[in-house]
Each structure stands twice: as structure tokens, then as C-alpha cells.
């Protein structure tokens, strides 16, 4: 793996640092995204600070620059406000030449530096360089922290995101407490994982956490693990047994995939949840219950609700705190930290603890992780078992990832045009033979002099193994 400073390094490769522009000048804007990408960031601009905030809440922004003169909310609202909800940006602003003051003490509010207006382009590139290599600094450090933080992670959880570090905050402040709690996430994103440190965090911690995959049973199975039964309930019920919501007196009952539960026992569940009681399955007695509940959900609820699979006074119960979990691909600066982990993790059995080269980070990085933090998981589990070196090398990884998109094989119904579908044989055909010049041509059925010509045509005369 490599060290802190070079896994930003790698990570900027396929993410460059994003700057958000927020000034309601349309030149002002341009101007501002031309030099910022002259420094190698991706620049996104907008004229308010609602657009600001909004795209704030669902993106990861590593600067804002804002103008002081806003329509609607000013540039020293959008500053608190960002320096409330999140901390981990870097706000610069821009102000007009005369109000000095006013940049000054937007400073002592928290904003990293000021550029007055109008600006020479050279002074705002060489602000913005700084403030780039202060946002750096600032990212080393938390991932150096987070890899010298104890194992497993909080929790379990890994990440120093923001979007992550805004789950840490919703966890400490809901363990504290017993509201019901709703998770929700893509498959493989960790909502077991959230769930248990929202339950060992709190004043439940000492008591069982029973977890049910509403998903996995049949609908009579449900009811029977939630509510119990008596004995003779059913044809096999040869004694009586106890439901979780019952035996997990004092704890907590962790509803994994609420959504699959059929509607007619989300009436029963409803119903046991308002008035803290069970009937089990077979008696005429109502038992009385003190757990916690927490549920989690990849579906979208609220469709579910408008289609009639999923009840909306159900929803309401439930839904008292929200947590919602980032899919891997909106915080790709989490997964160096996350290789190491399970690098450790599955390198025990083998005696010592393997590395993974810089290419198989980048593929890593760059690829998009449908099946989020799990897949990553199993990716790596299976490169440590089937690779024969101490170093994590492409080839090792499953082989989805040892092609980026520009070398992969088009599906079976994409057309693409005939100069692409050569340009990516030459890839793969360069990649198999590790980068060899004279078998790659034989394979490929052309002249050496054809291969540099088609390399240089193409620009990837420096193509590496």
C-alpha cells in the first residue's frame, strides 16, 4: 500500500480536486473555472448560494470560492453555513477592492484566504495553488489518522469522507438515545455495520442486538422469528419459542431489508411497535416488549408507499432519525484506507501482510463499485488468495477491474467505430505482454513500424505495461 502522501496522489490522478464558483457574474465564473482547471482542479459554477448549499449536500467539493455580494443569501451567510454543515471545506472569497475589512473578517469566520476584485489571473492561480496544497495537507492528515485509529474503524466503519464523517456525527448522536432509526443505502454500503455501532455506542450497548434479514424468510418464518410462538401453533412446532421482539428484552432489533416485509405483517409490526406488546403466534396472550428498533432499507420507500407495498403509518414510526449511507463511488477518497483494512484482514492467514501496486490502486479508484463496499471486499479477498507475490498487481484483481474503460471489451450490443475497437486491442495486446514491443505486433498480426505509427496516432505512445 502505498504511503499517505502517494495515495492522494493516486486518487487526484482519477479525481482531480473539485472547486465549487459561486459568483453571480457569468465572466466572473468562467474566468474563475478556466484558472482553476489551469491547475488541474474540476470547476463547477453557479450564480446563488441555494445552488451552492444544494450542490453541497449531494457532492463532494474540496473548495468553495464565493463572491461576498450574492443575490438572496450573501457570501458570508453561505460561509457560515458552510462552516456549520460542512467543515471539511475550504471556503476563499472574493470581495471588491475597497472592502478589505470585510475580507478580513470573513477570515477570522473561518474562510482560508480572500482575492480582491477585480484580480490579475496570476494572482488568483497562485492563490488558488495555495490553497490547493492547504486542502492537501489538511486530507493527509486525516487519512493519516484514520490509518493510525484502531482497527476496525469506527465501528467497523472506514472512511474520513465528509459524507462519511457526517454518518460518524449522525451515529453519536442518535446512539445516545432510542429513537427509532431508519437506514437506508445501496446493497453492500454497511447499513448492519451502522446499525450495531448505533446500538453498542448507546446505553443499550450490554443488552443483545438481534438482527433479522427481512429479506431471506417467508413471511411465515417472519412472524414466527419476530412474535414467537406456542407450542402446537403450527405442524412442527414442538415447544414453544420465544420472538426476538421479546427476547431481545433491553436491546435493540435490527430490521435488515424492512422494505421486503410482506404489508400484512407490517400491520402486525406496526400494531406490536404503538403498543409495546406481542401476540405470539398460536396464544391469545399479548406479552409485553422493551427494545429498541432500528430498520434498514436499500428500496425507495416513498415509491413503495405510493404503490401500496409498503404502509405509510409504518414508514412514520420508523422514520423518526435518518441515516443515509454514501454508495462507494461518491467517496472514492475512502478507498486507499479501505484496501489497507482488508489488505491486513485477509493477509493474516498468509503469514504477512501484502502491498498493492500503484496500477491496481488507480483501477481501483477509477472503477465505479455497483456493489459498493462489499464488492471492494470481495475484490480484495480474492486478489490476496489467488495472487502469488507480496504486491497486489492488476492481474490479481477480479477481471472486470484489469481493464479500465477505455481498454475493455465493448458488450455485446454497443457498436463502436472501427479506430476505438483497434485502439483498445493495442491496449489489452500492449497490457498481456507486459508492454513487450516486439511480441505485441506478432499477436496482433501488424509490423512493428504499424504499432509505433497506431501508438502515436492514437497518443498513447508512452502506453505502459
Known amino acids: ?5 502517494e495515495s492522494l496522489e493516486l486518487i487526484r490522478e482519477v479525481l ?45 467539493v474540496d473548495i468553495v470560492l464565493t ?18 454543515q460542512h467543515p471539511q471545506v475550504t471556503v476563499v472569497v472574493l470581495t471588491q477592492y475597497g472592502t478589505i475589512e470585510s475580507a478580513l473578517e470573513v477570515t477570522r469566520m473561518g474562510a482560508f484566504d480572500y482575492v480582491t476584485k477585480p484580480f490579475r489571473i496570476e494572482e488568483l492561480r497562485s492563490r ?38 457526517r454518518v460518524y456525527k449522525m451515529i453519536e448522536k442518535v446512539g445516545q438515545h432510542e429513537y427509532p432509526v431508519l437506514i437506508l443505502g445501496e446493497s453492500g454500503t454497511g447499513k448492519e455495520l451502522v446499525a450495531k455501532s448505533i446500538h453498542f455506542s448507546g446505553p443499550r450497548k450490554d443488552r443483545p442486538f438481534a438482527p433479522v434479514d427481512c429479506s431471506a424468510l417467508v413471511p411465515t418464518l417472519i412472524e414466527s422469528e419476530l412474535f414467537g410462538y406456542v407450542k402446537g401453533a403450527f405442524t412442527g412446532a414442538m415447544q ?27 400491520a402486525k409490526l406496526l400494531r406490536a411497535l404503538q403498543e409495546r406488546e406481542v401476540k405470539p403466534v398460536g396464544s391469545t396472550e399479548r406479552r409485553q416488549i422493551n427494545v429498541r428498533i432500528i430498520a434498514a432499507t436499500n428500496r425507495d420507500l416513498d415509491s413503495a408507499i405510493r404503490a401500496g407495498t ?9 422514520n423518526v432519525v435518518q441515516v443515509k449511507l454514501p454508495p462507494l463511488r461518491d467517496r472514492k477518497s475512502d478507498i486507499p484506507i479501505l484496501v489497507t483494512a482488508f489488505l491486513e484482514k485477509f493477509s493474516e492467514s498468509h503469514g504477512s501482510v501484502r502491498t498493492i501496486s500503484d496500477d491496481a490502486m488507480r483501477r481501483l479508484i477509477a472503477y465505479d463499485w455497483p456493489g459498493n463496499v462489499r464488492e471492494l471486499e470481495n475484490a480484495i479477498e480474492r486478489a490476496v488468495a489467488l495472487g502469488s507475490g507480496p504486491i497486489v498487481h492488476v492481474g490479481d484483481l477480479p477481471s472486470n477491474l ?38 505485441a505486433p506478432r499477436m496482433l498480426g501488424i509490423g512493428k513500424t504499424t504499432l509505433y505509427r497506431k501508438l502515436k496516432q492514437y497518443h498513447v505512445e508512452h502506453a505502459e505495461a
Open 128 to 165: 488558488l495553488e495555495r490553497v490547493a496544497r492547504a486542502v492537501e495537507l489538511q486530507q493527509e492528515n486525516r487519512l493519516l489518522r484514520e490509518q493510525l485509529r484502531t482497527r476496525p474503524g469506527f465501528g467497523g466503519l472506514i472512511g474520513v469522507s465528509m459524507k462519511m464523517q
Open 67 to 84: 463572491d461576498l455580494k450574492l443575490p438572496q443569501t450573501n457570501g458570508v451567510q453561505l460561509l457560515k453555513q458552510v462552516h456549520d
Open 310 to 318: 409498503f404502509r405509510q403509518d409504518l414508514y412514520f414510526r420508523l
Open 402 to 439: 484489469q481493464y479500465s474503460a477505455s481498454e475493455r471489451v465493448p458488450e455485446k450490443d454497443e457498436i463502436l467505430p472501427l479506430e476505438e475497437l483497434e485502439r483498445r486491442a493495442i491496449l489489452r495486446t500492449l497490457r498481456e505482454t507486459g508492454g513487450d514491443k516486439l511480441s
Open 240 to 266: 414453544a419459542k420465544q420472538g426476538l421482539l421479546e427476547a431481545a428484552k433491553g436491546g435493540t432489533l435490527f430490521l435488515d431489508e424492512i422494505g421486503d416485509m410482506p404489508v400484512d405483517l407490517q
Open 16 to 60: 482531480p480536486m473539485s472547486i465549487l464558483i459561486v459568483d453571480d457574474e457569468q465572466t466572473i465564473r468562467d474566468t474563475c473555472a478556466e484558472v482553476a482547471e489551469q491547475c488541474g482542479m474540476k470547476a463547477t459554477g453557479v450564480s446563488t448560494a441555494e445552488e451552492a448549499l444544494e450542490i453541497l449536500e449531494h457532492s463532494a
Open 1 to 5: 500500500m502505498p504511503a499517505t502522501g
